[in-house]
């Protein structure tokens, strides 16, 4: 479905995947993406978004800088080869951004792995999550959370308190 935003046009495009084991679908995994037409370079910039009460607020933060070998190496595991997530000099000249981008997957990966270490023997009934903002290699990202009545809620911080991403478990 194409929309006009305002910043351009948008295209969205809902990605589903079914796996299965034995015949019966294990896993049903609906990805929400959206297609950004090239920004006009002379348009003012949003500011970020941020929540300085997130991590004041969570039950608990977990801390972690993700480095280049490890985007090179999900990389690898996930055939994924667009230079945004391993050339520097491409994320910075060609994308304009600051650093290496840090893989969304992956940083679904760790938004969920947050929530089950601290939920544990919990097991997941759906997951959602919405990124924010770009998640840069070399930065320090906090993963705030906390569970409230079999829902887990977890927010990715920067150093700045920007949200980058914000996930929510549900629980069996």
């Known amino acids: 479905m194409e929309k006009a935003g305002s910043t351009g046009r948008l295209v969205f495009a809902d990605i589903e995947r079914e796996f299965a084991m034995g015949g019966e679908v294990a896993v049903r995994s609906v990805w929400h993406d959206v297609f950004l037409e090239a920004a006009d370079p002379a348009a003012p910039v949003r500011p ?55 893989h969304g997957p992956l940083t679904r990966i760790l938004l969920m792995d947050a929530a089950r270490r601290h939920a544990p023997g919990r097991m997941p009934a759906t997951l959602t999550v919405r990124a924010i903002a770009p998640v840069l290699v070399d930065r320090r990202i906090r993963l705030a959370g906390s569970t409230d009545a079999g829902t887990t809620r977890v927010t990715a911080l920067d150093d700045e308190d920007v949200v980058l991403a914000t996930a929510e478990v549900s629980w069996t």
Not at 56 to 67: C, Q
Not at 89 to 101: I, N, Q
Request: glycine content about 2%; proline content about 4%.
């Open 48 to 102: 970020p978004r941020t929540d300085a009460e997130a991590a004041a607020k969570a039950d608990w933060v977990d801390e972690l800088v993700l480095d280049a070998r490890q985007l090179f190496r999900f990389s690898a595991l996930t055939f994924n080869t667009h230079l945004i997530h391993y050339d520097r000099a491409w994320a910075r000249d060609v994308e304009g951004l600051p650093d290496l981008l840090v």
